[in-house]
């Protein structure tokens, strides 16, 4: 248990992450800002998408593959089909638009109860666009009153700023190796694909391994 892969470009875990939330809350820019450091003006997501992220997390090499699901209507059908084994769900609101938080309880989590399939998955509640203050219509306490119902844990980011960006997915990252259940299912792949690289290596090395 807990032992690291060691082989080259591999890790010891990997985990599926879902980004979700109205349109326009800024799901995309999250990712884009926490995969390359800076972020365009973007257009809304046709569908789905995703990036994968490679990072040490407590000594853990982890292998993200993160989901950005399109938060409009007409693609609702299509993106609930992602939800299947995320260990991770991001749920995202804006912090100046009231109707991006009340859909958390009208939509987004309805959503996540209905197509999550994960028991334990880790929930984290994203409030977006802090960097617009003075625009802002939803409080903070409003925030973590919601994320403490719905047992998810709470962060106040901004794409634009990066504020809590690289916070926001280490975070969860940190929650989801905490979790047993999450990890045996998160690394089965994993496993198999070491096993299979050792027996290929000790075929070849007749039985001996060293590196
Ligand atoms: N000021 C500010 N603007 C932001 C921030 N994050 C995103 N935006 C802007 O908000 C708009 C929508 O961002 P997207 O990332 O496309 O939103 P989305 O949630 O992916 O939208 P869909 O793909 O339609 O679901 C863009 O114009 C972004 O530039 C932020 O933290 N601060
Ligand atoms: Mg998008």
Not at 44 to 54: E, L
Not at 64 to 79: C, P, S, V, Y
Not at 106 to 117: D, G, N
Request: include cysteine; charge should be neutral.
């Amino acid at each position: 248990m807990g032992s690291s892969s060691g082989f080259g470009s591999g890790y010891d875990y990997s985990f599926k992450i879902l980004i979700i939330g109205d349109s326009g809350v800024g799901k995309s820019s999250l990712l884009v800002s926490f995969i390359s450091n800076h972020v365009d003006d973007l257009t809304p997501t046709i569908g789905v998408d995703f990036k994968i992220k490679h990072l040490t997390v407590g000594g853990k090499k982890l292998k993200l593959t993160i989901w950005d699901t399109a938060g409009q209507e007409k693609f609702r059908t299509l993106t609930s089909s992602y939800f299947r084994n995320a260990q991770g769900i991001i749920l995202v609101y804006d912090v100046t638009q009231r109707e991006t938080f009340t859909n958390l309880f009208e939509v987004w989590a309805k959503e996540v109860e209905l197509y999550s399939t994960n028991q334990d998955c880790i929930k984290m509640l994203v409030a977006n666009k802090v960097d617009k203050e003075s625009e802002r219509v939803v409080t903070k306490e409003e925030g973590i009153a919601f994320a403490k119902e719905y047992g998810c844990v709470f962060l106040e980011c901004s794409a634009k700023t990066r504020a809590n960006v690289d916070k926001c997915f280490n975070e969860l990252a940190h929650k989801i190796l905490e979790v047993p259940s999450l990890l045996e299912e998160g690394s089965t792949v994993v496993k198999n694909t070491i096993l299979k690289q050792k027996q290929e290596r000790q075929a070849s090395a007749g039985g001996s391994c060293c590196s």
